[in-house]
């Protein structure tokens, strides 16, 4: 039976209905909490078709999953799902709510956490229980620094990073229960026109394991096909600075930075990045930092654990070179 004062994971779903992997790695991150409270793991999952979603859920750790469904859920609109999660919040009595600092968890927490009149910590890089209360962990002045905030209030909200919690491994052999929750939607502010899918890397940005992005010292848009060929050849995604975004040699959904994408992947290796703190706070999870750049004075090189200081154009090809001979392609 659901409990109240559990601990309510927001579960983001992609467009075929399933719990994206950032929903799943925060769910980790909320069976260690729950754990260490004493507390009851929830999940909410609102979409067109949450039953199939509901039972990744529950296998994926979690004894109780909220689902409001139907056809006018099937895509994000800010005014249903707030109302929606408003409605499971008020069913469910959290005492603390994760979501994933996403686009669309960076819209949803702070539109939640109003209707809630609840308090809100964003870009929290890790979380944990101190006295009942939940204490979020997010960089501050660029990066430089790290706060920990401590909500006084139930429930107390928190977006997170992508990477900061561990999936657990399914496991179809585990029970919980789905608790439907009927909502009377508002009517619908928006209406959307043609959906285009963006076609993209093979790996994506927020799940890569490993990420080579590129700067503005590449010099235009042919650099990055060299980056591809390293990413490809170590499993992984393009990623790019501010700077060639702007200069249109890369999308703007692949920049990483404060004002783009913040990553966390087990290796980064930027190429011919500077290292401004705007691109720094996007990179600072990542468990090890590469750089590659001509410039032995470039401030990348004293935050990344790696360093080569050259010519890209010399680099790359040899250190592609070098995989190769290794992974036999």
């Known amino acids: 039976m659901a409990e109240k004062e559990g601990i309510l994971v927001i579960a983001e779903l992609s467009p075929a209905g399933a719990p994206d992997t950032v929903a799943l790695e925060l769910l980790g991150l909320g069976a260690r909490l729950a754990a260490s409270s004493g507390k009851q793991l929830q999940a909410a999952a609102v979409g067109g078709d949450t039953a199939s979603a509901a039972a990744t859920l529950i296998a994926s750790g979690a004894a109780a999953v909220f689902t409001v469904e139907g056809s006018a859920y099937a895509a994000y609109d800010p005014d249903l799902h707030v109302t929606a999660l408003e409605k499971v919040a008020e069913e469910a009595g959290p005492s603390a709510v994760l979501i994933a600092n996403t686009t669309v968890g960076q819209d949803l927490g702070p539109r939640l956490a109003f209707a809630l009149k609840a308090g809100l910590t ?22 430089n620094a790290m706060a920990v905030f401590v909500s006084k209030g139930k429930p107390a909200l928190a977006t997170v990073r992508p990477g900061a919690g561990d999936a657990a491994e399914p496991d179809a052999s585990r029970t919980g229960e789905t608790v439907k ?117 470039a401030y990348i090189f004293k935050v990344s654990d790696y360093g080569v200081v050259g010519e890209w154009q010399q680099v790359l090809p040899a250190l592609s070179s070098r995989i190769r001979e290794i992974v036999g392609d």
């Not at 929290?124 to 960089?139: D, H, Q, Y």
């Open 122 to 143: 964003t870009d929290a890089v890790s979380l944990e229980m101190k006295g009942g209360a939940l204490a979020s962990t997010k960089p501050i002045c660029g990066g």
């Open 181 to 297: 929750v009927d909502v009377e939607a508002p009517s619908p502010r928006l209406s959307f026109g043609d959906k285009v899918l963006e076609e993209g890397e093979d790996v994506r940005l927020e799940e890569a394991r490993v990420i080579v992005s590129g700067g503005r010292g590449l010099g235009g848009a042919e650099g990055f096909e060299q980056l591809r060929e390293l990413a490809h050849l170590l499993g992984g995604a393009v990623g790019a600075s501010r700077p060639p975004v702007d200069a249109g040699w890369w999308p703007s959904t692949q920049q990483v930075g404060i004002t783009g994408k913040i990553v966390s992947p087990e290796v980064y290796v930027a190429v011919a990045i500077s290292g401004s703190s705007q691109h720094l706070s996007g990179i600072s999870d990542s468990r090890v930092i590469v750089a590659i750049n001509k410039d032995p004075e």
